[in-house]
């Protein structure tokens, strides 16, 4: 038997409140929504983390994305919409089966406050070309 949450919730060991299911993926009702409509996407086939998803899995699952979307747009009129996903304790992972969040927006008191400072020190024109390089090199791997 599993050891994983999201895994236990595919077998339907444990229940979730589900709103898309198909072959290969499973969409549910974050159980501590930070705002209202918040939904978690997941695969099937038990994957750690998006180091791990191959191309196919992750292709089915983006195929739905825009769906769920539109749907938690139709129903909640919120006046955005994040998309999260994190990969790793540090970058507060804390179910470790891939999944991707969707949290509507309702506006800047609706609590959740993702924030984007910038690095001085990594925002040169050159120090973002040297970066771009580097990581230009792996994809070619
Ligand atoms: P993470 O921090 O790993 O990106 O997000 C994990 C998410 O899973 C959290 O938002 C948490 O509320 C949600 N979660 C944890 N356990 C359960 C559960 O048993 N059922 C559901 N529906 N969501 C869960
Ligand atoms: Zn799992």
Redesign the pocket.
């Known amino acids: 038997m599993t050891a994983c949450?999201?895994c236990?919730?595919i077998e339907g060991s444990?229940p979730?409140?589900t709103i898309y299911e198909d072959e290969h993926v499973l969409a549910?009702?974050?159980?501590?929504?930070?705002t209202k409509g918040?939904v978690?996407l997941i695969p099937k086939k038990h994957h750690e983390n998006v180091y791990e998803l191959t191309e196919e899995e992750s292709s089915r699952l983006f195929s739905v994305v825009p769906k769920i979307a539109n749907a938690l747009k139709d129903e909640f009129k919120p006046a955005g919409m994040n998309l999260?996903?994190?990969n790793g304790a540090s970058a507060?992972?804390?179910?470790?089966h891939f999944?991707l969040?969707f949290i509507p927006r309702y506006d800047e008191t609706d609590g959740f406050q993702p924030t984007f400072i910038t690095q001085e020190w990594e925002s040169s024109a050159e120090r973002i070309q040297e970066i771009a390089a580097g990581i230009r090199v792996k994809l070619k791997n």
Do not use: C, E, R, T
Request: hydrophobic share 60%; glycine share 4%; charged share 10%.
């Open positions: 949450i999201f236990k919730i444990i979730s409140a549910f009702m974050d159980i501590m929504p930070v918040h978690l999260l996903q994190n507060g992972q804390a179910v470790f999944h969040h």
